[in-house]
């Protein structure tokens, strides 16, 4: 084990209690994108400044205005005066909680049950938040020798494809190109397999407008509701069908596209609704091309099937495959060694579905890692951390600088 770090290590054990209160207050703020019904993440940003602030750490913040007029934040933090910076992104909005009714607990009121943390955005993407704020400040406080610099980025709108969070901070030179990129949004609960490629992110919002009627004339009308049945069928069909290939270095190792959000039509059962407005989430194995699947749905959408509605079909959120991460990098392997000293796990590279901040950083050639000791419970009802999940991370990352 490395020099200096059994005190590091003893620190973080110390913060536990601290961690898990700081976790508390960070999903007492809601944290959600305007676009899913909530008020950004500003709020949250200011909370995890200040109590950076109040550890003697340095801020920078990046505020971008979306669509609506909300202010969008993100906070960067770094220590230290080396040469390259080690870097842990992680995202600060998360997802609406929603339906309700299948919470056993308020989503943003931080139950602790036993070694569980429950809560909208507690492993997603709650745990790295916490982890690596608390990394940085074990290691200022232990004084340890730094090989890096260690910097956090607590991100934006990571959620709805990070437009007003990595993809703008991308802009402002802040990364380096020999510095080294681990983003905590991805993992398993063993804690041994490190993300260095994701799918493609294509998010299609499909709208048919046929002719509102009473049911008991649907003559008079055009049922959008039973075009857009028909319609995503043949579009299903046909995507599974032609887009059919695996690569085994993904989980799971074929692309995969899903009917999601539907959006209320009509109130009332005896009327036949004239306007569906439909979602799609599809994740591409690298080697298709984007352009091609929307292309195919729109010559579904064109025949003449479907000449009675009028259908749109508009990119709701997009990210192209970018090149994965090489296995040799240098961030892969200080985690897979990382790993090896700390818990003896033997950590294995793979692929996912895709939609973590690492796609910005692939894109500009810059070595990244996702990985994190995670539960999967992402975006669904009675979400949770585990404690020591997220004590046992913060070593990690920790040990990464020394």
């Known amino acids: 084990m490395k020099e200096g770090f059994r005190e590091v290590a003893g620190l973080i054990e110390s913060y536990e209690r601290e961690m898990v209160e700081t976790m508390g207050e960070m999903i007492g703020i809601r944290s959600i994108s305007p ?16 109590k950076l602030k109040e550890w003697g750490f340095g801020t920078k913040r990046y505020d971008y205005p979306d669509e609506t007029g909300t202010v969008r934040s993100n906070v960067i933090s770094t220590m230290g005066k080396a040469g390259n910076t080690v870097w842990i992104i992680s995202h600060i909005d998360t997802v609406s909680e929603g339906d309700r009714s299948f919470w056993r607990t308020d989503p943003f009121k931080l139950t602790v049950d036993g070694k569980r943390m429950y809560g909208r955005g507690a492993s997603d993407d709650g745990q790295g938040v916490i982890s690596s704020m608390f990394a940085m ?15 956090i980025a607590l991100v934006a709108n990571e959620e709805l494809g990070s437009k007003y969070g990595m993809r703008n901070l991308m ?4 990364f380096g190109k020999d510095d080294i990129y681990v983003v905590p949004d991805w993992g398993n609960g063993v804690g041994d397999k490190i993300q260095i490629a994701e799918k493609g992110v294509l998010w299609l919002k499909i709208t048919i407008l046929g002719k509102e009627v009473h049911a008991s004339t649907p003559d008079k009308g055009v049922n959008a509701y039973r075009s857009s049945i028909k319609l995503l069928n043949k579009i299903d069909e046909l995507l599974h069908m032609k887009y059919s290939a695996s690569d085994s270095i993904f989980e799971p ?9 539907h959006e209320k039509n009509v109130d009332s059962v005896n009327i036949i609704p004239g306007t569906e407005v439909c979602y799609l989430d599809c994740r591409v194995l690298p080697e298709y091309d984007l352009d091609s699947i929307i292309a195919d749905i729109r010559g579904i959408a064109d025949k003449r099937d479907f000449s009675d509605v009028k259908i749109s079909i508009e990119e709701f959120n997009r990210t192209d495959p970018r090149p994965q991460t090489r296995e040799t990098a240098d961030v892969v392997r200080m ?13 294995k590279a793979i692929g996912i579905g895709g939609g973590t901040c690492a796609a910005y950083l692939r894109e500009k050639g810059l070595p990244v890692a996702v990985w994190a000791t995670w539960q999967p419970v992402a975006h669904e ?19 990464l600088l020394i």
């Open 137 to 151: 400040r074990a290691l200022k406080e232990s004084g340890a020798a730094l090989k890096y610099n260690m910097g």
């Open 171 to 174: 802009q402002e030179k802040i």
């Open 35 to 50: 676009a899913s019904g909530g008020e950004g993440e500003s709020a949250r940003a200011d909370f995890l400044e200040k």
């Open 381 to 399: 009802p009675n979400e949770y951390a585990i404690i020591d999940d997220m004590v046992d991370d913060a070593k990690v990352f920790a040990y």
């Open 335 to 347: 985690l897979k060694d990382a790993l090896l000293d700390l818990r003896g796990v033997n950590a």
């Open 253 to 261: 190792s074929i692309s995969t596209f899903e009917m999601t959000k």
